[in-house]
Nanobody
C-alpha cells in the first residue's frame, strides 16, 4: 500500500498563487507516475497534471497549461503542484495520486489516492 498526504490548499483570490504538496510513504516505486486530479463542486474528478518518474516529462490538461507546474522529488517521495494565476474555475478538491506505470489521464488507472485538499478561488 501507498499512503499519500496532501497539504497546501486554502482560500485565495483570483490571480493569486498556491503550492500544493503531497508526501508519499509505504510501497512507493520509482516507476510510478505521480499525478494531481481535482473535483470541482458537483462535477466528476478530472485530470490536472502528471509527471514521470524521471521528473522531466510532464503532462497537463489544457485549462492549466502555462499556469500550473508539477514537480517531484524522488529522494523525498514528494510531488508538488505550483498553481499560478488562479481562476475561480480552479476551485475544487485537489487529489494526489500514484500507482500508474504508464501515461494515463483516467482516474480509474491510479490505485492510490490522498484524502484531498480544498482549493477555493474567489473572484
Amino acid at each position: 500500500q501507498v499512503r499519500l498526504v496532501e497539504s497546501g490548499g486554502g482560500l485565495v483570490q483570483a490571480g493569486d498563487s498556491l503550492r500544493l504538496s503531497c508526501a508519499a510513504s509505504g510501497r512507493t516505486s520509482f516507476s510510478y507516475i505521480m499525478a494531481w486530479f481535482r473535483q470541482p463542486p458537483g462535477k466528476e474528478r478530472e485530470f490536472v497534471a502528471s509527471i514521470w518518474s524521471g521528473g522531466k516529462s510532464a503532462r497537463y490538461t489544457d485549462s492549466v497549461t502555462g499556469r500550473f507546474t508539477i514537480s517531484r522529488d524522488n529522494a523525498k517521495n514528494t510531488v508538488d503542484l505550483q498553481m499560478n494565476s488562479l481562476k475561480p474555475e480552479d476551485t475544487a478538491v485537489y487529489y494526489c495520486t500514484t500507482g500508474a506505470t504508464y501515461a494515463t489521464t483516467m482516474a480509474t488507472n491510479y490505485p492510490y489516492w490522498g484524502q484531498g485538499t480544498q482549493v477555493t478561488v474567489s473572484s
